[in-house]
């Protein structure tokens, strides 16, 4: 044991350094008690239950199968929130409902852009929602019970669920099938509960990310040169969004020098798909930096170029942004049956609003300024970068010329975290440490 732990566990158990160091007896009882605190701590950590992390999570926000892309278009943009969760009713049992996926504004960028739909986006709007629903899409997100254990919960996020849908308790009654009763739960949320207990990991949070085998490179890492066309960037896009990652902009030589990320994408309105069709990838970067106000000049400059492609039907959704919508607002909140949506569907216009930009445009952060860590930092420094961005991820640099390493991604510090937790002692150390 070191001089510094000595010290610390004199001040708490009021032994002067010196009478440990002369007397190996009281030493080694000292290094069996601090050895007990440690085990301890880990059984109180092993003890939270998952309703621990919804504390002040607001409820989600839902559409009914029936709506259309457009009405789930309007929904994120008037909430503002990173995704909208789409509910199958129970015809038999209207009271129930069945979460059938989720979205959010990179899915309808995407769908914009694709090949069926690039000619008339404005059209595309008019489909069902259900057509933004992949064939894994239920699978993404797991609805959990409150009081199950947070390492239970983990095992589902290292499974491949995206989301958890937790019931909100209710002073009256928990209330188990409606959506609007429910908060959601990230990989964020589990990495923020971690890092508050960083020191049960210790010694591994301060080894570096490569000693623990963190940084992914080649075909793992996602990426695409300044001057290619952002359009084909569009297959990266999706698998950043499945992956919870982001694309690398990066130069000829490889230096990273920006990003196209998700988590950015997820504060922009409908306009970027104009932009992704018709820009490079670098010009894309400018474009999303202006979200969700881009310079006069800039949307010009865009339409022009839209005009000299022939895409007539983006000009068109650009210049729907700022009129009266071709469809109806939707609700913020879920509606307890699709007859209710039909009524709400009707109901009047709302002006249409900008969304207020992507958390990292709130906080002045770039496209260019992407997060970056050097193979040499440690697990507990990327964490911090992490949770302070709120990204899933940390390009790796080189820290001479900025050169692309490689990528860590949050859910894979999760895995070694969870690696680390499967070394913990068992409960029956409280007793054992009561009995001190």
């Known amino acids: ?47 939270h239950e998952i309703s621990d992390l919804c504390i002040g999570k607001p409820a989600l926000r839902a559409l009914p199968i029936s709506a259309t892309v457009g009405e789930a278009l309007l929904t994120l943009r008037h909430s503002g929130d990173t995704y909208v969760f789409v ?22 960028l995407c769908y914009l852009c694709a090949d069926d739909n690039i000619s008339s986006p404005a059209a595309a709007l008019k489909n069902p929602v259900s057509d933004l629903l992949s064939g894994n899409a239920a699978d993404l997100v797991c609805q959990i019970d409150p009081k199950s254990r947070i390492l239970d919960a983990l095992d589902l996020i290292l499974e491949g669920v995206h989301i958890l849908l937790v019931p909100i308790r209710s002073r009256k009654k928990l209330q188990l099938h409606h959506s609007s009763s429910f908060c959601w739960l990230t990989p964020e949320n589990f990495g923020r509960f971690f890092f508050n ?23 793992d890492v996602l990426s695409i040169r300044h001057h290619e066309p952002a359009l084909s960037a ?72 839209l005009k000299e492609k022939g895409m007539h039907g983006m000009v068109e959704l650009m210049e729907e942004i700022n009129s009266p919508p071709l469809f109806p607002s939707s609700p913020l909140l879920s509606s307890s049956s699709d007859e209710e949506w039909e009524t709400k569907r009707g109901s009047r216009r709302r002006t249409l609003s900008r969304r207020p930009g992507s958390y990292s445009a709130r906080m002045g952060r770039k496209s260019e300024e992407a997060i970056v860590c050097h193979p040499g930092s440690s697990l507990v420094a990327v964490m911090v970068q992490a949770l302070a961005h709120r990204v899933g991820y940390l390009w790796v640099v080189d820290e001479d010329d900025y050169g692309l390493v490689g990528i860590v991604v949050l859910l894979d510090i999760l895995k070694v975290l969870q690696n680390q937790i499967d070394k913990f002692p068992e409960h029956n150390q409280i007793d054992k440490f009561q009995a001190l």
Not at 91 to 107: F, I, N
Not at 207 to 213: F, H, K, P, Q, W
Not at 241 to 262: C, F, H, K, R
Request: aromatic share 4%; charged share 15%.
């Open 1 to 47: 044991m070191g001089v510094t732990k000595l010290n610390s566990v004199s001040s708490r158990f009021s032994a002067p350094l010196s009478l440990l160091s002369e007397s190996p007896q009281l030493f080694r009882l000292s290094s069996r008690t601090l050895e007990l605190i440690c085990e301890c701590m880990a059984v109180s950590f092993l003890s």
């Open 87 to 108: 509910w199958i009713t129970d015809r038999s049992a209207p009271e129930k409902k069945y979460c059938a996926g989720k979205l959010c504004m990179v899915d309808i």
């Open 197 to 219: 207990s960083i020191a049960v990991f210790s010694p591994i949070a301060a080894l570096s990310v490569t000693e623990l085998g963190l940084v992914r490179s080649g075909a």
């Open 234 to 305: 569009l297959p990266l896009i999706r698998l950043a969004l499945a992956d919870q990652t982001s694309v690398a902009v990066v130069t000829d030589e490889g230096n990273l020098i920006g990003e196209i990320s998700p988590s950015t994408l997820t504060g922009c309105d409908e306009s970027v798909a104009a932009a992704i069709v018709s820009l490079s990838a670098g010009d894309l970067m400018a474009y999303i930096d202006w979200c969700p106000s881009p310079p006069d000049a800039a949307v010009q400059t865009l339409k022009s170029l």
